[in-house]
């Protein structure tokens, strides 16, 4: 079978690789689609990232083979790759994401492949059925739009509160519907023109977060984009007692942080890590409800055969999102 790699820096390719064997409880799963995650693009492009390195998690696809009672043959499905161990002292207090098991699980070989193995460990907690009336692309928003649920979790948003997204490019724009639903105002932040109009298509809007505001700035910043000129405008923005979620953060980042100044305005610094099994399930019941249609964010298709081009135009800041499908 056909099987996407990153074997050396700065590129993909196409090799053939036998189809995994299954083992009891798991499943084989004929991939339908895959998202081409920022995570996929830092592995690929950041030489500080070991290679060969697997690529690929926003999966959706049929089921081929089945050695779990859960799932039949035939049955469409949206898969993610993590899963903890729920006996761990992490999970048990909160921090699923941060279990040892839950950071070395994996589905084999990866999203971008024809067929893919779901290991018996991970087919209760991050296999989930797709709604009949779903589009697949759809569908492949599960594991992205359940990293943003996290992040929000851990910052919980009132009615009235004043959100700023800085970055609405691909997981940016998650965020806008999100928070648009708890209540919030949003403000937009991006270089682009035409990702600030996909922003306020979703609820967004553009200006001075202290106008929105009424004057006290944004009660979270949430950054897709890290580094010290995004650093200072969350400074800048946030309120006296705000928030700060650093999300899209690489390797090797070492921006300056004014600390007397979050000290003394009493401003958390609060991060989120890919994930729970739990906010998948919750991911795909709110994609199923009206007004959460991202598949219209795909900006890109590509054929297994051509990912590499995608890969190629996301890197170069051509693409917003792009998705492989079979």
């Avoid at 990866?110 to 779903?134: K, N, Q």
């Amino acid at each position: 079978m056909k099987h996407l790699v990153c074997r050396s820096a700065n590129a993909v390719e196409i090799i053939e690789v036998p189809a995994p064997p299954l083992a009891e409880g798991e499943l084989l799963v004929r991939m339908v689609a895959c998202g081409i995650c920022g995570t996929d693009l830092m592995k690929v492009y950041d030489p500080a990232v070991a290679k060969p390195v697997q690529l690929g998690h926003e999966i959706v696809g049929i089921v081929a083979e089945t050695r779990s009672a859960r799932f039949a043959v035939g049955q469409r499905v949206a898969v993610a790759h993590h899963a903890p161990d729920y006996s761990s002292h992490y999970t048990k207090r909160g921090s699923a994401t941060q279990d040892p098991v839950f950071k070395s699980s994996n589905v084999v070989p990866g999203g971008f492949a024809e067929f893919i193995c779901i290991p018996a460990d991970l087919v209760p907690h991050t296999v989930h059925s797709i709604p009949e009336s779903m589009p697949d692309l759809r569908a492949v928003f599960m594991e992205p739009l359940a990293c943003c649920l996290r992040a929000l979790e851990r910052v919980p948003v009132r009615s009235g509160d004043t959100a700023l997204v800085v970055g609405v490019g691909a997981i940016g724009l998650l965020f806008v519907p999100l928070l648009r639903d708890l209540g919030a105002n949003v403000v937009a932040s991006d270089v682009r023109a035409e990702r600030m109009e996909l922003a306020a298509r979703w609820g967004a809007v553009s200006g001075d977060v202290h106008a929105v505001s009424h004057g006290r700035g944004a009660d979270v910043v949430i950054l897709t984009v890290v580094n010290e000129a995004t650093l200072h405008l969350a400074l800048r923005s946030v309120r006296d007692g705000g928030t700060l979620i650093p999300f899209g953060v690489k390797p090797g980042m070492m921006p300056v942080v004014d600390l007397w100044q979050m000290y003394r305005r009493e401003i958390s610094l609060v991060t989120s890590y890919s994930a729970t099994p739990e906010g998948l399930k919750q991911a795909l019941e709110i994609l199923a409800r009206p007004g959460f249609e991202l598949e219209t964010t795909i900006s890109h298709q590509f054929e297994l055969d051509e990912a590499a081009e995608g890969f190629a135009l996301l890197h170069k800041a051509q693409a917003s999102k792009v998705v492989v499908t079979a």
